[in-house]
Structure formats: structure tokens, C-alpha cells
């Protein structure tokens, strides 16, 4: 059964970079039949999907356009984990933020607990 | 404003069925499945339908998809006051390339 456990601060200043990860456990994050998400939640936005990071004999990511000049999800092979990177944070950054696991039939499954992110000075 | 559209809420006395629909356009919901999520109040979303009209294991197969063109709905019946929460819907957008949600659906068990 694959778990994904988040870690990262709650509290990011505005222009500042907004870092969480999202450990995996029960699969691996080089899995070629798997996807590594990043989603977002906010009362104003609903859930926003961000990016993934996915490994088919090389590395590849998709983002989402509203944050593609902003955004970095990074894979670490070592710890079985990925990463998400967002420059640049507004107050409209604040928003839950989770990780997913997708498989086949680009399912989100399973999700990560969530991380309520505040972007305030 | 979400790229695919649900009506933002719902609502069913136990036992009836409820339908939530969810309209799209050609590079989403035309050209790739549909997955629907419940989100049940302080959790994160999990998956209920996949691939249009599969159920994962474990969901009651009182839930069910179906999609045609360009719109998907999910029905719930024998409806339960354990269903009451939000659903969303998501699909692939060829367009983006990347993954789009709906604005979600309140589901209320009167």
C-alpha cells in the first residue's frame, strides 16, 4: 500500500520560496508506471492542480501554466521522495497544499495529508 | 473559474439518488477520461471513480460514472448521510498538458 507523508513549513513570507516534500513509501518515486503530484486548495481557487514529475527512462515534469515561471518539482532518488519549489509567493499562494500519487488511468491515488501553507509577512 | 463545470451543490434525502454532472470541451473530457473525487469534511480528496465509470476497491457500488461527449456525471444512490461532502471531477486537458478540476459539488443529505 503506498503512503505519502508531507513535511514543510506552515509559514512563508511574501517574495519568498515555498519548499514542501512529500515522502513515498510502498512504491518508488523512479516507478515508470507511476507520477509523482502536486495540488493545491483554496476557498478562492478550488483545487488547483500544480505539476508532476514522472521517470520513463529519463526525467520529465508538467506544469501547470499559471505557475510554470514559478515552480520546481524535484525527485530525490536517495530518500524515495519529490519536492515542490514555488518562487515568488503572494498572499494568493495561502492555500492546503497536497501530494498525490497517480497510476494508471491518471488517477490521484493515493494523496498526502495535506499542508496548510500562510503567506504572510 | 474552473475549466471543467459542476453545479455547486446537490442535495438528497437517505435513500434517493443523486447525479452530478460535470461539462467540459474537446481537449478534456472529449478526448480523455474522467476521474471523480469526494472530499468528506477536514480530509483530502480520494478517488471514487476512474476511467470514466471504475469503481476502486473498497467504494461502495452505490457510486457510479458515466461519461458521453463532452460531460461526465457521477450518481450516488441509496444515498447516505456518510456521503454528504464535496466531489470534484478531473480530467487531462491536451490543450494545457496539464491536469483540470472542477469547481466542485456540495453534496447535503437532508
Known amino acids: 500500500q503506498v503512503q505519502l507523508q508531507q513535511s514543510g513549513p506552515g509559514l512563508v513570507k511574501p517574495s519568498q520560496t515555498l519548499s514542501l516534500t512529500c515522502a513515498i513509501s510502498g512504491d518508488s518515486v523512479s516507478s515508470k508506471s507511476a507520477a509523482w503530484n502536486w495540488i493545491r486548495q483554496s476557498p478562492s481557487r478550488g483545487l488547483e492542480w500544480l505539476g508532476r514529475?514522472?521517470?520513463?527512462?529519463?526525467?520529465?515534469?508538467n506544469y501547470a501554466v499559471s505557475v510554470k515561471s514559478r515552480i520546481t518539482i524535484n525527485p530525490d532518488t536517495s530518500k524515495n521522495q519529490f519536492s515542490l519549489q514555488l518562487n515568488s509567493v503572494t498572499p494568493e499562494d495561502t492555500a492546503v497544499y497536497y501530494c498525490?500519487?497517480?497510476?494508471?488511468?491518471?488517477?490521484?491515488?493515493?494523496w498526502g495529508q495535506g499542508t496548510l501553507v500562510t503567506v504572510s509577512s | 473559474q474552473s475549466v471543467l463545470t459542476q453545479p455547486p451543490s446537490a442535495s438528497g434525502t437517505p435513500g434517493q439518488r443523486v447525479t452530478i454532472s460535470c461539462s467540459g470541451s474537446?481537449?478534456?473530457?472529449?478526448?480523455?477520461?474522467v476521474n471523480w473525487y469526494q472530499q468528506l469534511p477536514g480530509t483530502a480528496p480520494k478517488l471514487v471513480i476512474y476511467s470514466n465509470n471504475q469503481r476502486p476497491s473498497g467504494v461502495p457500488d452505490r457510486f457510479s460514472g458515466s461519461k458521453s461527449g463532452t460531460s461526465a456525471s457521477l450518481a450516488i444512490s441509496g444515498l447516505q448521510s456518510e456521503d454528504e461532502g464535496d466531489y470534484y471531477c478531473a480530467a487531462w486537458d491536451d490543450s494545457l498538458n496539464g491536469r483540470v478540476f472542477g469547481g466542485g459539488t456540495k453534496l447535503t443529505v437532508l
Open positions: 498525490a500519487g497517480e497510476g494508471s488511468g491518471e488517477t490521484l491515488d493515493p
Open positions: 514529475t514522472y521517470y520513463r527512462s529519463k526525467w520529465y515534469n
Open positions: 474537446s481537449p478534456n473530457i472529449g478526448s480523455n477520461t
